[in-house]
């Protein structure tokens, strides 16, 4: 599951990064109020990429749960990726480690160059916009935006997502030492 769900996270990286790229050139080719469109794109990419980001969460505590489950039967520490993968990516616990890893860096990249595009493509596009439609185009687009950001905080930041295996889980889980 997990080489999957990455695979599917990094195709979607790519595919919004060149949609947003091309954007912007056909755009400042062609007609700037297609820059309307980036804004759209980059919410769109970012909600899709935390999606996938989800499932790689989920997967990565299935598979810890299960390797803690077999080295507890088998009475030693056999199976250690979940530990690998908490020291080199993240730590699945929101207590554990800290400092930076080449994945934080990434996700603030990815994160930084999605909010630019966002920005440049809103504040870029504004002028094309007639004054009847600004107010609907920018309702729309600011409350799609606070409402992603409303349940991405909901579930990532409260840890609602992690909530919901734990019951599940943490029968299987031994804690390591």
Known sequence: MDAMYHRRFFSDVRYITLVTLGLFVVAWTFNEALLLLVPFVALI????TAFDASYLIFSRRYAAALERRINTLAGEELLVGHRLEDAYLFPLERNGG???TWFGFMTAFYTLLGIGAYAVGLIGGLEHLDDAVAP?????LLGLTGFALAVGVWWFVTGRGDQR???ILDPWSEADG
């Open 136 to 140: 609907l185009y920018l309702v729309g």
């Open 45 to 48: 990419g970012a909600c899709q």
């Open 165 to 167: 295996l734990a019951g």
């Open 98 to 100: 800290s400092g930076l």
